[in-house]
């Protein structure tokens, strides 16, 4: 059974850090591409980050590009999202899963929600 658990989310001032967790388990997640999604209320599910099996390779949209690094650590299963400076429009729920490129996600988790207000 493939599991998908997001941590890390919270209330934060414009400005501010978090750092997100990914912990995956129930597929070798060193042979799969990874990523960072984002939903936010009333809007569709948004890419924001990209990372190759090995972290060698990372991707950014545009709009977070400069602030958000995603990393991995494969020997402990576990996918990282470092949010710097953050806006109020970061603020929706954020998720885990495999870079598909066209090909099947596996099953959401519960996501962890960040909310940037003052």
């Known amino acids: 059974q493939v599991q998908l658990v997001e941590s890390g989310g919270g209330l934060v001032q414009p400005g501010g850090s978090l750092r997100l967790s990914c912990a995956a388990s129930?597929?070798?997640?060193?042979?799969?591409?990874m990523a960072w999604f984002r939903q936010a209320p009333g809007k569709e599910r948004e890419l924001v980050a990209t990372?190759?099996?090995?972290?060698?390779?990372?991707g950014y949209s545009d709009s977070v590009k400069g602030r958000f690094t995603i990393s991995r650590d494969n020997a402990k299963n576990m996918v990282y999202l470092q949010m710097n400076n953050l806006k109020p429009e970061d603020t929706a729920v954020y998720y885990c899963n495999r870079n598909s490129r066209g090909s099947y996600y596996y099953a959401w988790g519960q996501g962890t929600q960040v909310i940037v207000s003052s």
């Open positions: 990372i190759s099996s090995g972290g060698g390779s990372t």
């Open positions: 129930g597929f070798t997640l060193s042979i799969n591409a």
